[in-house]
């Protein structure tokens, strides 16, 4: 690739592209340059060609040389939003121009009392050439080509044309990444390719963007993350995974861990144990659902027929503890089969169980008795906590239907003193007599210790995060709303999941997943304004496309692929989420489950559709009409 040298078309200082105030220009998303700092208000043409673009603001100006050269001149940051004011445009949009010609003059003093006039200058495309000069006087900025090979490879994938597209793009993400020796670890989810590199700086991010197929990448929660979409992300990731085989089993998230803030790891972790377990919670919430939408039509069911649909219904909810017992002996450890024992421990028959212990509590209050009088009269049995007498305290033994975090905390004592144990236990008795130490002491703890004092503690943050969430005006909802696609950028979402289940197991319904839905089909509608709103018919399809997973309960492709790229996009959608949960909440909208969202999550809300729908025309229509309205392209 032949180098090229350019004058400024601006005096003042020239600075390094990389000294720019704004990461769009010092990232060099936008190309190779430099810039002009305290530029003295005009700008020539730097060569001969023609003015491809002279934005209607006037504060920024595209040209093209004769011989192919293309540049960006964009005086100063965020201009844009002065509307023209304080420049004058000397030539048009499609006019020829010479070398030394004035473009455009503006107030320079004017402008900076507002904005910062530093004037990046690129060329767009950059990856055409190697050295790139960029000369004022006697000051130079000299930008190489980072790698020139990659560069050409980025549009030249010849090696790979006649492969199917998967393997194609598993190769050039192979070539990108710094190659298969410095990938730690592979896995993917719904959408994206999830990497631990050994270096990050070996991998050519803007040469993995352009690869045809990709929608997207970046870094989040230690993982190198590429957006591939549904479906095509499982065979991307098969066939990366031939490349190495021993990347085969995962070890991402051991790899990530080390590497996560305290705050990312609480939240995976509540990732590893929740999310297993959602698939029944949904498939239990979509009975219900449909239960109440036949009752609600008039039907009438016989009661062996109820008593069917309440065995679909109830059955998670009542052995609760015990998916979440095992699951978390799984996540962390242990023998999973224990943690089933353990759970089913917590909900054993012939305890008084939580549910109508919790509905006599107020009775008991207005026959001004306390639960351990009761106990003692035969007619109360089974309806208030039975008496244990320990060292001198009273502890109330009563079974935790629906808890959530007695279940949590005991599968990870139970995990931890199961690993103790085999560190002495020989081997001959180890198949013997672990599992019954383990299940002897973390019963005995469990029912007694960790059990009263989790569903004192779970109790108290249910009860503020109900009285939240009830805030009037719809507050709780305008909160939740606005901020949940934050969260999902820093990739702590999943703290959310243990509440979800917990709002479920106690009210029978999850009214946070209807403010989140608002919050999704927001950023879906923000990302489809912008494919609207793009020229380009390539770039329109490949935000369309990533705006889609959007509606279906994925918001990853639209967030990181277009909204989070241009900030603002983002930033309407947040307001669409706010408004949409704001109108959730006032409703007292609540699925009967939990874990899909949008389209797919009309099948939770039967009962209440129209609401439904309501919510989701409100996040859609504002985070769309916001960013039509407000957003410009060339921003």
């Known amino acids: 690739m032949k180098d090229i040298r350019l004058d400024s078309p601006l005096n003042g200082k020239l600075i390094a592209l990389s000294d720019v105030k704004d990461q769009v220009f010092s990232g060099g998303a936008m190309g190779r340059g430099a810039a002009v700092e305290s530029p003295d208000g005009k700008v020539y043409a730097p060569f001969d060609g023609e003015i491809t673009v002279f934005f209607d603001t006037k504060h920024a100006i595209g040209l093209k040389s004769d011989d192919g050269v293309e540049i960006l001149i964009h005086v100063g940051m965020d201009t844009v939003n002065l509307k023209g004011e304080h420049f004058t445009a000397h030539k048009n949009q499609g006019d020829r121009v010479k070398k030394g010609e004035l473009l455009l003059e503006f107030d320079e003093p004017a402008i900076r009392a507002q904005y ?61 990444v710094g190659g298969m020796d410095n990938v730690r670890s592979a896995e993917h989810c719904a959408t994206r390719l999830r990497l631990i590199v050994n270096d990050k700086s070996k991998i050519d991010e ?6 045809d197929g990709v929608k997207g990448q970046f870094f989040a929660a230690q993982q190198y993350q590429i957006i591939l979409g549904t479906g095509f992300v499982d065979k991307v990731t098969d066939e990366f995974i031939k490349l190495k085989p021993g990347l085969a089993g995962g070890g991402n998230k051991e790899a990530a861990y080390e590497q996560m803030s305290l705050m990312q790891k609480v939240s995976r972790t509540l990732g590893d144990v929740f999310v297993p377990i959602i698939p029944v919670l949904v498939a239990t919430g979509l009975f219900m659902g449909l239960r109440g939408a036949t009752q609600s039509l008039g039907a009438e069911f016989s009661p062996s027929v109820l008593l069917l649909s309440q065995v679909l ?12 017992c095992w699951s978390t002996m799984k996540k962390f450890g242990g023998t999973p089969v224990i943690g089933i024992v353990l759970g089913l421990m917590l909900v054993f028959p012939a305890l008084p169980n939580a549910y109508v212990v919790g509905g006599f509590a107020n009775e008991l209050e207005s026959l001004g008795l306390t639960w351990q009088e009761a106990a003692k009269i035969a007619d109360y049995a089974g309806k208030v906590p039975i008496p244990v007498d320990i060292f ?3 502890v109330p033994l009563v079974g935790y239907q629906g808890s959530v975090l007695p279940a949590l905390v005991l599968g990870i004592f139970a995990a931890k003193l199961q690993h103790w144990l085999k560190t002495f236990v020989p081997d001959i008795i180890d198949l013997i007599v672990t599992p019954f130490l383990t299940l002897f002491i973390s019963m ?14 779970e109790q108290a943050v249910f009860g503020a995060v109900q009285a939240f969430l009830a805030m ?32 479920l197991a106690s009210t029978g319904v999850d009214p946070f997943n209807a403010i989140i839905t608002g919050a999704i089909v927001a950023q879906g509608g923000a990302a489809v304004a912008v494919a609207m709103k793009t020229k380009d018919k390539k770039k ?9 997973p959007a509606f279906l309960g994925i918001t990853e492709p639209a967030i990181f692929g277009i909204n989070l790229r241009f900030m603002k996009p983002f930033i309407y959608g947040l307001v669409g989420g706010a408004c949409a949960g704001t109108v959730a909440s006032l409703m007292g909208l609540a699925g009967t489950g939990m874990g899909i969202t949008v389209i797919p999550g009309t099948l939770l809300y039967i009962n ?11 996040g859609f229509a504002v985070a769309f009409g916001l960013t039509f309205t407000l957003f410009k392209t060339e921003e």
């Not at 803007?206 to 690869?211: C, G, L, M």
């Open 608 to 618: 209440q559709l129209p609401q439904y729908i309501l919510v989701n025309v409100i």
């Open 472 to 503: 009037p005006f719809g507050i709780g909802g305008l909160v939740v709303g606005g901020l949940q696609q934050v969260i999902v950028v820093f990739g702590v979402h999943h703290v959310f999941n243990a509440l979800e289940v917990q709002l």
């Open 206 to 211: 803007k040469a993995i963007e352009n690869i």
């Open 540 to 548: 329109r399809a490949l935000y369309i496309s990533s705006a889609v």
């Open 444 to 457: 005995l703890l469990g029912l007694l210790v960790v059990g009263p004092i989790m569903h004192g503690i």
């Open 116 to 176: 910062d006039t530093t004037t990046p200058v690129v060329v767009t495309n950059h990856t055409e050439f190697g050295k790139i000069t960029i000369s004022l006087g006697d000051q130079e900025i000299v930008s190489e080509a980072e790698n020139a090979s990659a560069g050409a490879a980025v549009t030249d994938d010849s090696e790979f044309a006649d492969l199917p597209k998967e393997q194609r793009v598993a190769r050039l993400i192979e070539r990108y």
């Open 392 to 394: 001198g305290f009273t």
């Open 313 to 324: 219904t109830d059955t998670a909810f009542a052995f609760l503890p015990a998916l979440v």
